[in-house]
């Protein structure tokens, strides 16, 4: 399906990367296929090495030389970039946008055309080829996009087409999820450095610790509940952690937590201009 389809990142950061990364080791394009765009001419000096892809500092040309363009700049310069660019986008193309917060209406306004615009949120290991990358369609796209999405995304981990209502919650929950288990296993390292044990110890042990307990999520048909419920012997040591974790409750935390990074999307969304129209 993307035989001969170029493809332009527009923002090549880190996920622009991941992606690009993806495509190539999965050999679902040809590099010359691909394109990236970003201010930094040492930064693209590094892609067009690493992965012998076209590169370009003029993100017109980008949007012109391609048949697929994904927007992966920063949701808060994307309105700018979008403004700039959109008497280079032509009908026939497929836009995909990565951005956390920007809907598919305001990409559409912007591009017209009744280009096909795809939402799509990604995440961090994608980096490892282990994204989670639900995706939604904008009012143009159809089974042919969505197909083309899923494509592009499973080179980086695994796709799951959903409604565009439930991007913001996805934003907060598997987009920005990576950073919650780092930020345990911050605790989990400190933990292990006051109670004595040298950091590249500790670091170790809560890194295979990680893994492991990772795997067994993923490759066993038991519940969180059930795994970790495996593991709490009646007043032994986990259950100690546990009932301490219990009582200033921390799973409450979680939620509310999980809480604001939804509403930090959605206000990234509403903080954009309304979407454009002439
Ligand atoms: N990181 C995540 O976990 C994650 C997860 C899901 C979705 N996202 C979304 O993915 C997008 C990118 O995130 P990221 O973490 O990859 O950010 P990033 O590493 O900062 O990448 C964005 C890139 O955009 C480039 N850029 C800035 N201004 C530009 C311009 N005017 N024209 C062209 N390129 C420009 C920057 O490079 P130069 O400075 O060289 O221009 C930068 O490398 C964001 O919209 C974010 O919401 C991120």
Not at 216 to 238: D, F, K, M, N
Request: aromatic share 4%; net charge negative; glycine share 8%.
């Amino acid at each position: 399906m993307l035989d001969r389809l170029k493809i332009g990142v527009l923002g090549a950061g880190n996920i622009g990367e991941a992606l690009i990364s993806g495509l190539v080791k999965a050999s679902l394009v040809e590099a010359k296929q691909l394109m990236a765009s970003r201010r930094s001419e040492v930064a693209l000096a590094y892609l067009a090495d690493t992965y012998g892809i076209r590169t370009t500092t003029d993100n017109c040309e980008l949007v012109l030389e391609n048949d697929i363009i994904i927007l992966a700049a920063k949701p808060q310069i994307l309105p700018s970039i979008l403004e700039d660019t959109e008497h280079c986008f032509r009908p026939g193309q497929v836009v995909i946008t990565v951005a956390a917060g920007i809907s598919t209406a305001f990409v559409e306004s912007w591009v017209k055309n009744d280009i096909p615009v795809i939402r799509v949120m990604p995440n961090t290991p994608a980096l490892v080829g282990q994204a989670m990358s639900p995706y939604c369609l904008g009012r143009h796209g159809s089974a042919v996009q969505a197909l083309v999405a899923a494509q592009i995304f499973s080179a980086v981990g695994v796709t799951t087409q959903v409604e565009e209502e439930m991007l913001d919650a996805i934003t907060a929950l598997s987009g920005s999820g990576p950073a919650y288990f780092f930020y345990l296993l911050e605790g989990l390292i400190e933990a292990g450095v006051s109670m004595g044990l040298p950091e590249h110890l500790s670091r170790a042990l809560v890194r295979q610790t990680c893994y492991g307990a990772a795997k067994l999520v993923v490759e066993t048909t038991r519940t969180p509940q059930q795994l970790r419920a495996q593991v709490t012997s009646p007043q032994g040591t986990t259950h100690a952690a546990i009932s301490f974790l219990e009582q200033a409750s921390t799973k409450e935390l979680i939620k509310q937590a999980v809480l604001k990074a939804k509403e930090r999307a959605h206000e990234l969304g509403a903080g954009v201009p309304k979407p454009h129209l002439d």
